[in-house]
Structure formats: structure tokens, C-alpha cells
């Protein structure tokens, strides 16, 4: 789909500035996702290139993902004054993204996306196994593959080895990655962005900190390694935690820096289960007072849950590695979890979102 | 930084098997390759600004360096990180060697680079003498010793 010029120019749906805030008077401490009620959200997400020079393209990553139990990506809408604007598919993923290109002459290169969609918590029951719906021998492959950054010989292998000796069930595996992470690393608060997810350097330099896409890369490497089909999710929290948690969830409308990206592993009893041992690292750095030990119930309780369930506070963007952004002069991208942008004087730095500029903003969608 | 033993361990000693070839452009747009560094000792550091334990390294490489630029060179080599965000690095904490620029990753692979940081010390026939994983602090009198083994052996004058 490629719009034109003057029909860009159409302005999309104002953006409220108002977010709805829930209710934390009735939080609780106990962090225990169950479905419920669906519930839908806007994202809106506006580029202003600070220094356009020559030929300034973007690419916007927009929600592709989609599991008819807890995420369904929505309608998205876009306002630019570039020159094309067009919604492409990265071909091996699947990731959707809005590619857009400006005239060399374009003084204040802009585009404005606006993108819906609807969530809910999640829960696998895993003490019940169930037929769910089976993984192709494509997406087998697909998903116990190395990618450029986690490759599943050398020492992640030896380590995923290590780790699942002795299991006799997929789950028991499963859980014990993620039981192994929770306990071995940790959460570094002098990480950029969300990490980058170079799963070999982490585990051999021994420094096993860093934030989400370096500690659940490590789980997705670990599990493939081990021979689970699994898979980094990357997203954007989008509303506050609704238990309580003020490290799992965004502080306001402005969610510009609150990419998270979260791990499933496919287990052939259960379907694809939810885990996110970064986010008990962060509950451990991060919840007031800051630095709980492991043994604090607010740990424990985000621990239990983690494995088996998140809270639907959170977009999905895609589960796509080392992206080829078309029409780009830079490499290909490890994840598409931040806006991109080129110029005449290269890649943007898309952890910088102040000097790029970007700005991304969320709030719930109430019919 | 790494104590004795740990050191040991990161600096390991490599038969002189010869460098693969390097030729890559740096952040001001230049190419540079192995052969302007000519008559010198050369310390092949990949690096990335997200690596927490690269950055004290590239202050540790800068003093090195400007101890001994007569005898020894640094080339470092970003591994796939934007330009712009290297430029506004390196603005705020300079450094007195080159900085290259290995935008698809394919020199960490051709130097079979599978952590960060990663540092080959090629003597003056370009072979590699040493092949360090992670951090190191190169003022360390251990470490000065070994590069002055090397400087020796090719003939060179200590420093």
C-alpha cells in the first residue's frame, strides 16, 4: 500500500493526552495474571527528524503479532508529510513495520503512527496439560534456530547442557532455564536500552547482567539450545501494573523508554508458555524500597508467576531477529523494538529518542 | 578487571597463526587496513559502546597508546553500532587511536570474534601473538611485560 503525498497530509484521530489511571488504591501485592476481560489500547508514535540531511527514511515498527488468546494487533493510521508511506512485512517473521520516505528538500521531516490493538492477562495452567494447537515443522525450525546474536552451540549450548541434566520432561527443562536465569543474573541498570542480546558474549565473559533483551535473549538461547522451540517478544509496556508492581508496568502516558521485550517457550502439552525472568530482576533492582532480595514476597510472588503467565499491561510488537530494513544503507537491525531512521549521515541512534527525535505515548481505549 | 589468574586466562598465548586481512573505513570516513601501521605492534580490539566492561578498556588502550605510539597501535573496531551514536561516544570520552567501523559484523566473524570485548596483539609480521576475551587492564606491569616480549622478539626496542 503506498499513500500519497496529499493524502498523508490527512490528519489521523487526535491523540488525547489524557491517559485513564487505574485504580492503585485497589492494588495488590500479589502478582497473579488470570484471563479476563479484553481490554484495548493506542499507541501513537511520532518522529521528528532533528537534522534531516538527503535522502531521511524511517521505519516504525507497528503490532504484528497476534495469538487469538491474548493479543490482537488493530487498525493503524498514520499522518506525514513525506513522500511515501507504506506498511511492509519483514518476510521471514513477519514483522510489520511502516517504511517511510522523504524528499531531500523536506525541511521537518514528521510522521505521527497511531496503532490499536487488544490484550488481556495470560495464564497457562501447566499442573493440566491440554491439546493445544501444534507447532509446524517450519516453525520448529524457526524457533530452535541460532540467530545472529544467539547461537545455540559453543557455551550456550554447554551451559543449556549443564542446566538441564538430569530433566526427564520438556517442562522440567523449561523451568529450570528459567529458574537458573532468575537466580544467576541480574539486572543492570547502566545497560542502554534494553540491551542488545549477545547471548555468547554474556555467558562468556561471566557478567551475566543486563536488562530485557539480554536476559531473555539468554532464555530464548538456553531453551533452543536445549531443544525448545522458543522466542523473544518484542513490545512496549503500555499501562501501569494493576497489582501493585510499579516496575511492571509504564509510570505514565509517556512510554517513549518502556520497550520490554518478554520470552515464550512452545512445550507440545501446553501450546507456547509465557516467561519473563527479566521482569523478576527488574522487581528485585527496581520495586520500592529498590534492591529486595530474592526471599521478599513481592519476588517471590512475580517469580511464581512469571513462568506461566504475564499481565496484559504490555503491546506485542513481533518476534523478528536481524531485520533487513528495506531500502537501508545500515545493517540489518538485531530486533525491531524502537523506531528507525536514516539520513545522509547514516543510522539514527534509535536509543537516543531525544536527539532522533521520537516520542511514543499510550493510553486505554474505552468504547 | 581481571586478577592474575583470571588474566591469564583472557590472555592467551596464539601460535603466530597470521591475521586475517582487515580493511574497513573509520568514523571520519578513511580506510585503513593492517599495512599503514607498518613496524608497529598492533592491538586489533573489537569493542561495542552497549558493553559495559569496553568502555574503562578503551580509556586503558588510550593510555597505553599514549605511552608507546611509537611502537604500538590501536585499532578499534565497533561492531555493528550506528555512527552517530559512536561519534556522540566519542565526543565525550575521546580516544587517540582510529575507530573502524564493522557495520554487518562480518570482520568479528572473519576473526571468529564470538565475545565482546575481544583484543589480537599482531606482532610485526602480522601475525597474532596474543588473543585476549574481555577486559583487560593493558597499564597492568603483566601485561606490559608480555607486549614487550613481543616487541623484543621482533627486534625491537623496549620501552
Excluded at chain 1, 536445549?226 to 512496549?236: H, K, M, Q, T
Excluded at chain 2, 605510539?69 to 580516544?95: G, N, Y
Excluded at chain 2, 597492568?140 to 620501552?159: F, H, K, M, S
Aim: charge should be neutral; hydrophobic fraction near 40%.
Amino acid at each position: 500500500m503506498v499513500i500519497s503525498r496529499r493524502k498523508v497530509l490527512q490528519a489521523g484521530a487526535a491523540f488525547a493526552a489524557t491517559m485513564a489511571c487505574p485504580n492503585l488504591a485497589a492494588a495488590q501485592s500479589i502478582f497473579a495474571p488470570k484471563p479476563g476481560a479484553w481490554r484495548n489500547f493506542q499507541t501513537m508514535t511520532r518522529l521528528e527528524i532533528g537534522e534531516p540531511t538527503g535522502r531521511v527514511q524511517a521505519w516504525v515498527p507497528l503490532p504484528s503479532f497476534s495469538d487469538p488468546e491474548w493479543f490482537r494487533p488493530g487498525e493503524n493510521k498514520w499522518t506525514t508529510n513525506a513522500e511515501t508511506a507504506e506498511i511492509k512485512r519483514d518476510p521471514k517473521y513477519g514483522a510489520e513495520f511502516l517504511h517511510v520516505t522523504w524528499g531531500e528538500r523536506e525541511p521537518a521531516p514528521f510522521v505521527e503512527v497511531t496503532s490499536n490493538f487488544s490484550t488481556r492477562d495470560r495464564s497457562v495452567d501447566l499442573s493440566k496439560p491440554r491439546n493445544g494447537p501444534a507447532l509446524s515443522e517450519a516453525e520448529r525450525e524457526l524457533y530452535t534456530s541460532a540467530t545472529d546474536l544467539i547461537p545455540t552451540g559453543g557455551v550456550v549450548k554447554e551451559t543449556a547442557d549443564r542446566i538441564t541434566a538430569g530433566a526427564t520432561t520438556d517442562l522440567e527443562k523449561a523451568r529450570r532455564i528459567y529458574e537458573w536465569i532468575v537466580e544467576n543474573t541480574y539486572r543492570d541498570p547502566k545497560t542502554r536500552g534494553c540491551g542488545v542480546g549477545d547471548v555468547a558474549s554474556l555467558l562468556k565473559s561471566g557478567n551475566l547482567g543486563g536488562k530485557c533483551a539480554d536476559l531473555n535473549a539468554l532464555y530464548v538461547g538456553l531453551a533452543r539450545a536445549a531443544g525448545l522451540p522458543a522466542r523473544d517478544i518484542y513490545g512496549l509496556r503500555v499501562a501501569p501494573s494493576k497489582f501493585g508492581y510499579k516496575s511492571l508496568g509504564a509510570g505514565s502516558e509517556t512510554v517513549t523508554k518502556a520497550q520490554h521485550c518478554r520470552a515464550e517457550v512452545f512445550l507440545s502439552e501446553f501450546g507456547w508458555v509465557p516467561v519473563d525472568p527479566a521482569d523478576v530482576r527488574k522487581v528485585m533492582l527496581e520495586e520500592p524500597p529498590g534492591k529486595l532480595p530474592i526471599s521478599n514476597p513481592k519476588v517471590a510472588a512475580a517469580r511464581k508467576a512469571l513462568f506461566g503467565s504475564w499481565e496484559g499491561n504490555w503491546l506485542a510488537y513481533n518476534v523478528a531477529h536481524d531485520i533487513a530494513l528495506p531500502g537501508a544503507k545500515g545493517p540489518k537491525v538485531e530486533f525491531l523494538m524502537y523506531p528507525q531512521a536514516e539520513t545522509a549521515a547514516g543510522r539514527l541512534d534509535s536509543l537516543d529518542p531525544d536527539a532522533f527525535v521520537y516520542r511514543i505515548a499510550a493510553k486505554e481505549v474505552t468504547a | 578487571m581481571p586478577e592474575a589468574s583470571a588474566l591469564e586466562r583472557r590472555l592467551r598465548a596464539v601460535s603466530s597463526e597470521v591475521a586475517p586481512a582487515l580493511a574497513l573505513a573509520d568514523l571520519h570516513g578513511s580506510q585503513r587496513d593492517l599495512e599503514q601501521q607498518a613496524g608497529k605492534i598492533v592491538l586489533v580490539h573489537f569493542f561495542a559502546t552497549w558493553c559495559e566492561p569496553c568502555r574503562p578498556e578503551l580509556a586503558s588502550l588510550s593510555k597505553l597508546i599514549a605511552r608507546n605510539d611509537d611502537t604500538l597501535a590501536v585499532l578499534a573496531i565497533s561492531v555493528a553500532e550506528p555512527p552517530l551514536r559512536l561519534q556522540r561516544f566519542f565526543e565525550k570520552t575521546p580516544v587517540n587511536f582510529p575507530v573502524l567501523l564493522d557495520a554487518d559484523r562480518a570482520a568479528m566473524k572473519a576473526w571468529g570474534v564470538s565475545m565482546l570485548p575481544a583484543t589480537f596483539v599482531l606482532d610485526h609480521k602480522r601475525a597474532v601473538r596474543l588473543h585476549v576475551e574481555g577486559d583487560i587492564d593493558w597499564l597492568r606491569p603483566d601485561v606490559l611485560a608480555r607486549l614487550q616480549e613481543i616487541e623484543r622478539e621482533n627486534g625491537g626496542n623496549t620501552w
